[in-house]
Every structure is written in C-alpha cells, then in structure tokens.
C-alpha cells in the first residue's frame, strides 16, 4: 500500500489516505494538486511535513519511473539510446545488462525505432513514449504518468495500455483528463484545490457533470 | 476573406518528408495523424516559420499569424501571470474567465501545466490573429476547459488551424484533415 498521512506539499493536503497496489487515476481540474501527489509519491518532492510510504518505505527508497505533463522535461540525455540506458547506468548495472533493459523497454512501448534518433527531433507524442521506456526500464515499484495520455492519439495509447498494466510496476498513478482512462483504472481519486474530494467510482460521475457544467 | 493555400508543398526535417496540396479558407480545421506524423512540422510551415525544400506557402489577407506551440513554456516572457497577460495586450479581466483570478502574482512557471496553457491559449485568443494555428491545444486542459476552448474557436473569425489527436469536445462544424502517409489529405 502507499499510505499517506497529515501530508502538506505545495497546496495539496491530505489527512490520510491508502492507495492499493495496481492502476490508480489521479482526477482533477488544473491546479488541483495532481501533479504534486504524483511527485510525493515518487520521491520527486519532499512534503512539507507528513509522510509517504510505499509498503513501509519512503519514496526516495522506492524504485520509481517518472513521466512528465510537460513531455520535453521527463528527458535528460541527447539521444534516446541513452535516455534508456539512464536507470541502468546510474543503478551501475553491467553494460550487458542496461542493453538488455533498454531493448526490452523500446520493444514493449514501440519506440524501438527511435533508439538512434535525438531527443531534441522528437515530437511530443515520441517523448512521451520514450519517457515510458525510460521509466520502465528501470523495473520501477512506482510508475507516475502525469497526464501521458493528452500527448497520444488513441491508437498509440490503446498499444500502450496493456504495457502499462502488465510492466510489473507495483503501483502505478495516473493523472488524466480523459474519462475512459479513469474508467478502466482499479482505483480512482478526485483532488478539488488540493484535497481529496472523492474517491473509487463516485469519482467517474465529475466527468459528466464537468461536461455539462461547461455547455 | 484571409486563407492559406500549401501550393505543392514539400517539407522535410531531416529524413522525415512531408507533402501537401490543401487549402485553408475562413473557420475551424482540425488536422489528426498519429505521433511523429508531422502534425508539428505542418503547423511551422502553415504560420510560415519552416521554409518549404520546394513549393510554396500562401497567405491571403492574412496580416497577423499566430503560431501557439505545444510547450506553453516557450511562450512566457512575463514576471507574472499579469504581466504575462499585459504583455500581449490583452484586457487583465482575462485572467478570471481562464480561471486564474487567484493567479495573478504567481511566476508563470510556478504554475502548473494544466494553467499555464490556459493563460497562454487565453492569451493568444484575445489578439484575434487572423491567422491562428494552434499545436494540442487540448492537451492538459482539463475537461471544462477543453469544452471552452472548443465553442471559443468556433465563434474566432479568420482561419483557425487546430492540430490535435484529441477526438473528444472538437469545435463544432470543424473541416476534418489527416495526415497519413506522409500527405496531408482531407477526411
């Protein structure tokens, strides 16, 4: 479990809450605080006070794959190969071995075909995808795609469901504007100005409302 | 009435090639392709920013294009979100109908994704361009938002390029465009 308590970060608060294991979507209106509990989550941010553990541990002793809102920012390195093999090389692994987590991750995603190219020449759908692989080749216990879907059309994302669902990620957290996401997901929460407002499937009727409140 | 005509045009950024022959006249265009299909390399050359290797780009009656790119980082110049909306020369009551009344003080990059590309696509809405090409526009808005965007671009005058691979709360009446096999063709 992911267990938060007397959390304060940025201006999100949460007394408590316990997220389960499996696909958590992370609900909200902009500058609802989504971002900041992915982050918290991940070990990205550290609360103001409060804690975050996953099964018992702090974020920054958890493994965690990281994909951000803003595609261009979840990549650190020049070419994609080594954007990759960037898990792999800070964990020390031998060369072997970050060669096979990184072919493996570029299979899986589909993003194979991008490992020679720049990071600079990719659009922002393909940095999405690379942040992906990147993240999951690091066989990360926490997978946080912030918003991931709004880069993809839906024949790429429809391919990248079942990936994500089956990449071994114990806990994956995902904030998304699109109701068919949140639908599919194990669990869902709603932030509303950096609190919990709701929780499981009370959380799929905003969409409609929300929807209806703008026409 | 403004358009932009892509004359036998040919653009390719590095192995990546690009052909159109299409017209844009007055009204919505949403043009979709999968990733890396070139949706952004049609929008630098439709606002006039990528040379095309041969054919050419037209613009008729068309005295301000605008360009809005899918960072919305790469458009922020201001101190704060005022200043922000101030240096476009847009009316400061903007800042309450984006939703980011609260906002004002705040460096533009303190906020999150989702407000900054409010702030910037209220921005870039406000100057009536009359030629407006928009890059995801919908991408991090969030659901209110993205319905408002919508009936927004629908109601501009001039022409109105949208870019997109949202398939949910489009402007109504858009023209429908894909790029597929490296041609864009209409839908």
């Given at each position: ?49 409060g804690t975050v553990l996953v099964d018992g541990l702090a974020p ?14 979840s990549l650190l390195f020049s070419r994609v190969a080594d954007e ?33 190219r720049s990071t600079r020449t990719l659009s922002g759908g393909e ?89 | ?187």
């Amino acid at each position: 479990m992911i267990e938060i308590r007397d959390l304060a970060a940025r201006n999100l608060r949460v007394p408590s809450i316990t997220l389960p294991p499996g696909l958590t979507a992370v609900i909200g209106l902009n500058g609802a605080g989504k971002t900041t509990l992915l982050e918290v989550c991940c070990g990205l941010l550290l609360p103001d006070a409060g804690t975050v553990l996953v099964d018992g541990l702090a974020p920054r002793e958890t493994d965690a794959g990281w994909v951000s809102a803003s595609s261009d920012r979840s990549l650190l390195f020049s070419r994609v190969a080594d954007e990759l093999a960037s898990s792999g090389r800070f964990a020390r692994l031998p060369p072997q071995a970050v060669d096979r987590c990184v072919l493996h991750a570029a299979r899986l995603t589909g993003a194979a075909g991008l490992l020679d190219r720049s990071t600079r020449t990719l659009s922002g759908g393909e940095q999405s995808v690379v942040a992906l692989a990147a993240g999951l080749a690091g066989a990360p216990t926490v997978l946080a795609l912030d918003e991931f879907d709004g880069h993809l059309d839906r024949e790429t994302l429809a391919g990248l469901i079942p990936v994500v669902r089956n990449s071994g990620a114990r806990y994956v957290l995902w904030s998304t504007h699109d109701p068919a996401i949140a639908a599919g997901a194990d669990h869902a929460i709603v932030l509303e100005g950096g609190v919990v407002a709701a929780e499981g499937g009370a959380a799929l009727s905003l969409f409609d409302a929300w929807e209806g409140g703008a026409a | 009435m403004s358009s932009v005509r892509l004359d036998r045009v040919a653009l390719e950024r590095g192995s990546f090639r690009l052909e159109a022959d299409c017209s844009f006249g007055p009204g919505v265009h949403v043009v979709t392709g999968r990733i890396g299909s070139g949706k952004s390399t049609l929008a630098l050359a439709i606002a006039g920013e990528l040379e095309p290797v041969s054919g050419a780009v037209r613009m008729e009656r068309v005295s301000r294009p605008l360009l809005v790119l899918q960072s919305p980082d790469h458009h922020l110049t201001g101190a704060t979100v005022g200043a922000e909306i101030a240096s476009w020369g847009a009316d400061p009551a903007l800042l309450d109908r984006i939703g980011l009344a609260s906002r004002s003080g705040r460096d533009p990059f303190r906020l999150s994704r989702g407000e900054q590309k409010r702030l910037v696509l209220g921005c870039a809405l406000a100057t009536d361009a009359d030629l407006l090409v928009l890059d995801e526009p919908f991408a991090s808005l969030d659901v209110p938002a993205r319905v408002g965007l919508a009936r927004a671009l629908a109601g501009r005058g001039g022409v109105t390029i949208v870019m997109t691979h949202a398939d949910r709360y489009l402007p109504a009446g858009a023209a429908r465009w894909r790029i597929a096999g490296g041609r864009v063709v209409g839908a």
